[in-house]
């Protein structure tokens, strides 16, 4: 916690730029816009199921691609049925 008393004859104005300059310096402002938006690190069974549908694509894309039948619209079909299972 910072805390900073009034000096003697101290105008309010220097008070809050003292004030202002000791939190800068501390690094708490810093540190609470750090966490402010902070995620959650990814479960082991999540981590595995983004890996089992990245493969899942990967071997509809290179299937189409054999084919001669890859597009960019072909591959947002083919993530989409594949999200729905």
């Not at 004030?19 to 402002?29: A, E, H, N, P, T």
């Not at 039948?69 to 049925?81: L, S, T």
């Amino acid at each position: 916690m910072i805390e900073e008393k009034r000096k003697n004859r101290e105008s309010a104005e220097s008070l809050i730029r003292r004030f202002s300059r000791r939190v800068r310096q501390s690094g708490v402002l810093m540190q609470a816009r750090k966490s402010r938006f902070r995620t959650k690190d990814k479960t082991k069974r999540e981590m595995i199921s983004g890996a089992l549908y990245k493969e899942k694509v990967r071997k509809v894309v290179n299937k189409l691609k054999k084919m001669g039948k890859f597009e960019e619209e072909n591959f947002r079909n083919v993530k989409k049925k594949l999200i729905k299972k």
